[in-house]
Nanobody, 124 residues
Framework: QVHLVESGGGLVQAGGSLRLSCAAH????????MGWFRQAPGKEREFVAA????????LYTDSVKGRFTISRDNAKNTVYLQMNSLKPEDMAVYYC?????????????????WGQGTQVTVSS
């Protein structure tokens, strides 16, 4: 069992930055993929980024490439999402998720555990 808790959301101006954290409580196997998803009002949940738990493989959706960086600190059981050059369209609730032995990192349906989300608001 894994419990995920996001933090770091807030209100920023367009062009600003935020760093989201996802703390994992409980046992996470080395094979867990950690992902970030977001959901804006009235829109479907969208894949943002993912990272292998112990490796160095990452995946980003096209709209955030070059602006967002996913990373992790295994000693702290924490995954981060550094968000730079934020745009109003980035405004959403951001969720972290853990995918046990997942292969399709962009598909939210295969993730096993989800956090409750942290709100990111971007003013224009």
């Amino acid at each position: 069992q894994v419990h995920l808790v996001e933090s770091g959301g807030g209100l920023v101006q367009a062009g600003g930055s935020l760093r989201l954290s996802c703390a994992a409580h409980g046992r996470l196997f080395s094979s867990y993929v950690m992902g970030w998803f977001r959901q804006a009002p009235g829109k479907e949940r969208e894949f943002v980024a993912a990272i292998s738990w112990t490796g160095n493989s990452t995946l980003y959706t096209d709209s955030v490439k070059g602006r967002f960086t996913i990373s992790r600190d295994n000693a702290k059981n924490t995954v981060y999402l550094q968000m730079n050059s934020l745009k109003p369209e980035d405004m959403a609730v951001y969720y972290c998720a853990a995918d046990h032995y997942g292969t399709m990192w962009w598909r939210g349906g295969e993730y096993d555990y989800w956090g409750q989300g942290t709100q990111v608001t971007v003013s224009s």
